[in-house]
């Protein structure tokens, strides 16, 4: 009930709104004035209470209009057309039952956008004849050509010539109002928004008109043309199907015709106003068509127009502040009580003050700044989103959507045909590695610049084809495959397939595994496994690790290792080397110890590990280190003391070089705990000294920046270097 003071204002405006649009489609129709009104009534109290659209607002269109008129000049009469209409509200409550609405789900966004840019633009197009007092039948038509002999500019150049004064002034100060209506003390009032003001003004303005100055007096013409209801004779208003003819053939074609015209235009305006939405809430597609047929039903048993899901009622729904589907209900119901009780007070309303409305709403939806964001989405978005606009404001709303889906197909396919794959070259231990990955859809189209890519690379290459994410590829695709597999092996080129789906039938090749081998590992300098980790360090940190295939690195190592390094790294979890340096299994030892500090233990583990042919060793600190912290504090309790003593030296060398338990000092104490790490290594083996001296080893620091998701190696250690670390013997005696 909270809702309801947004959802009252917002009803009245939709209402004021619709009504002159429910007579004016039906003219256009050619149907009985009186079913505009009756399929407005319907659409805001039958569809509004069983749809689930919180924003969404039905009654007849405007995009129906040419359909009506061609099916009642086919069938003869009106009641034999509520036989078809009667016919698509059962097909689309079918259609609702039986899931059809996922269609509403392929719409792209650039064409939802192109649709409500091209109604605010034709809002304004077709409303400037009615601000200026033009007011000839038909103006109201969404299509380009209208039934009148016009078009959307010729009315436009017409209405110049015949400006009414007083209708042009109304108009004017009307937008002006509800330009700056935020800027106003009235804008507290929840009860009396903007567009119900300019209403009532407009009715003041026009009676002054009339009184004072009858040169800007609004003739009878301009103003809301309600025709007078018999209340002691509502049944004569009623039209019934002429259900003799439910079985001819006519009949069946005009309703399914409706059914699937009105059920499009359905899912697209739900779409849209979803788009509209502030809450950003979700219309359930299937639900909306079950509304939208029950509305139908009713429709073709009462004598109404095919009722549809309206996007121009809907827009200003929104944009007048509703909160839930209330307001359309109750501009149903404001509807059914005014053509019996209001006529006199509505027929007063200048059509002016409504064009203004809409001329308001229509710059809303078609904002400048919608344009430029779709410019700057690329040209893939921003090209069917014009297509679309242009295509609605020249032809209608269903033919210029189907253009506009037509462009983003295109573009779709473009894209797919430009970008099938995504193709990296790896510097792995093993040599440089060419990957192709697949996308997730591989269709005939991609067969050429597939095929194009695959035969360019060079003799002699490791190339991993990896279509683990493809959930179609097409046959044509898997025979370039196949075909290549003969090439590689002529050109010396070893081939991984791997991750096709087995409803293929085409095994993965498998004829090179990301594992260090004993010939590559005992090839390699410690300067080369120091770069190798510089890399994968920096595939990590911008996010395209190669794929491990861990299965394989499983089977491959499960009769030995050769990694190429070791490293002593700190148990911090966020720290993992084999992540960090995005290392496959095998390729890495690695000695987890708090503060990456260095014990004999620690020693004894680097010995063995030259043993097993790791040609560096890297000792990693890091960003906020717990460990240092403690150290820091001073915290000694049980064995922790084990750890943080060896740190304190650190802190002793980094002591008045920062404030005392900042971030930035415990950073500082980290780096400089390293190189004290690389001294202990030093000292603490003459093996591991003169492994080094010979070049058989190498010994680097390294820093990983937590945050930044770098790691910043310090210099190599070579022969020539050790004598550095052993100066500082003494200082780790003490």
Request: aromatic share 6%.
């Amino acid at each position: 009930m909270n809702k309801l003071k947004y959802d009252i204002p917002a009803a009245i405006v939709v209402f004021l709104v619709a009504l002159p649009l429910c007579l004016g489609i039906a003219l256009a129709s050619g149907a009985p004035l009186f079913s505009g009104i009756i399929s407005g009534i319907i659409g805001g109290i039958v569809v509004g209470m069983i749809s689930g659209s919180q924003t969404s607002v039905s009654g007849p269109a405007a995009g129906l209009a040419a359909v009506v008129l061609a099916s009642i000049t086919k069938l003869g009469t009106f009641e034999i057309l509520l036989v078809a209409i009667l016919i698509a509200g059962v097909l689309q409550l079918a259609m609702g039952l039986f899931r059809a609405g996922f269609i509403a789900n392929y719409i792209p966004s650039n064409v939802i956008k192109g649709l409500l840019a091209a109604i605010g633009i034709l809002l304004i197009l077709k409303q400037i004849p009615h601000a200026i007092g033009y007011d000839k039948t038909d103006v109201d038509n969404f299509s380009f050509t209208q039934g009148n002999g016009e078009n959307t500019f010729s009315a436009i150049l017409n209405a110049l010539s015949v400006i009414t004064p007083g209708a042009l002034i109304i108009s004017l100060l009307s937008i002006l109002i509800l330009v700056y209506w935020d800027k106003t003390p009235f804008k507290r009032f929840k009860l009396l928004p903007a567009p119900l003001f300019v209403v009532a003004l407009a009715i003041l303005l026009n009676i002054l008109f009339n009184k004072y100055v009858p040169a800007l007096g609004i003739e009878q013409t301009h103003l809301v043309d309600i025709p007078p209801i018999d209340t002691d004779n509502l049944g004569a208003y009623l039209h019934l199907p002429d259900v003799i003819h439910f079985g001819n053939r006519d009949v069946w074609f005009v309703g399914i015709t409706i059914a699937i015209v009105a059920s499009l235009e359905t899912l697209l305006n739900v779409e849209a106003v979803d788009k509209l939405d502030p809450h950003k809430r979700e219309t359930p597609p299937n639900r909306e068509l079950v509304a939208q047929g029950v509305g139908n039903i009713f429709a073709g048993l009462l004598g109404g127009l095919p009722v549809t899901s309206v996007i121009v009622r809907s827009s200003v729904n929104v944009q007048s502040g509703n909160k839930t589907k209330a307001s359309a209900v109750l501009h149903g119901v404001f509807m059914l009580v005014s053509v019996a009780l209001l006529s006199p007070l509505l027929n007063l309303i200048p059509l002016s003050a409504l064009a203004a409305i809409l001329i308001t709403t229509g710059y809303k939806l078609a904002k400048v700044s919608l344009f430029r964001d779709m410019y700057q989405k690329g040209w893939s978005q921003f090209v069917p989103f014009v297509i679309t606009v242009l295509a609605i404001v020249f032809t209608d709303l269903l033919m210029g959507v189907l253009i506009g889906l037509a462009a983003g197909v295109f573009y779709l396919m473009r894209s797919n045909f430009r970008n099938p794959y995504s193709m990296e070259q790896y510097r792995l231990h093993i040599g440089e590695v060419v990957k192709m990955e697949l996308p997730n859809q591989v269709s005939f189209l991609n067969k050429a610049t597939i095929k194009t890519a695959l035969w360019e690379i060079p003799h002699g290459s490791k190339v991993l084809i990896n279509a683990g994410n493809a959930d179609f590829i097409d046959h044509d695709v898997l025979e370039t495959i196949q075909d290549y597999r003969v090439v590689a092996a002529e050109r010396d080129v070893q081939l991984n397939i791997i991750g096709l789906r087995d409803k293929y039938a085409l095994n993965d090749p498998i004829q090179f595994v990301p594992v260090l081998d004993q010939e590559t590992q005992k090839k390699l300098r410690p300067d080369e496994v120091l770069q190798l980790l510089r890399d994968g360090n920096e595939r990590f940190k911008a996010g395209r690790c190669f794929e491990k295939y861990y299965l394989h690195q499983a089977d491959a190592t499960a009769s030995g290792q050769h990694p190429m390094a070791v490293v002593v790294n700190c148990i911090d979890s966020r720290t993992s080397p084999e992540i960090i340096f995005d290392a496959g299994l095998g390729d890495l030892l690695t000695i987890r110890i708090a503060g990456n500090v260095i014990s004999q233990e620690i020693i004894g583990s680097l010995e063995i590990a030259h043993k097993l042919g790791a040609k560096l060793i890297v000792v990693k600190g890091h960003s906020s280190c717990g460990a240092i912290g403690l150290a820091m504090a001073n915290e000694h309790a049980h064995s922790i003391g084990a750890i943080t003593g060896k740190i304190q030296m650190a802190i002793h060398q980094c002591s008045g070089h920062g404030v005392a338990g900042s971030k930035e000092l415990r950073d500082r104490i980290a780096r400089q705990n390293i190189e004290n790490s690389l001294s202990a290594v030093i000292n603490g083996s003459q093996h591991l000294r003169d492994c080094i001296q010979r070049g058989d080893m190498g010994l680097v620091g390294a820093y990983h920046d937590i945050a930044a998701r770098t790691v910043q190696f310090g210099e190599l250690v070579t022969g020539d270097k050790v004598q550095r670390y052993r100066a500082s013997d003494s200082d780790l005696a003490a």
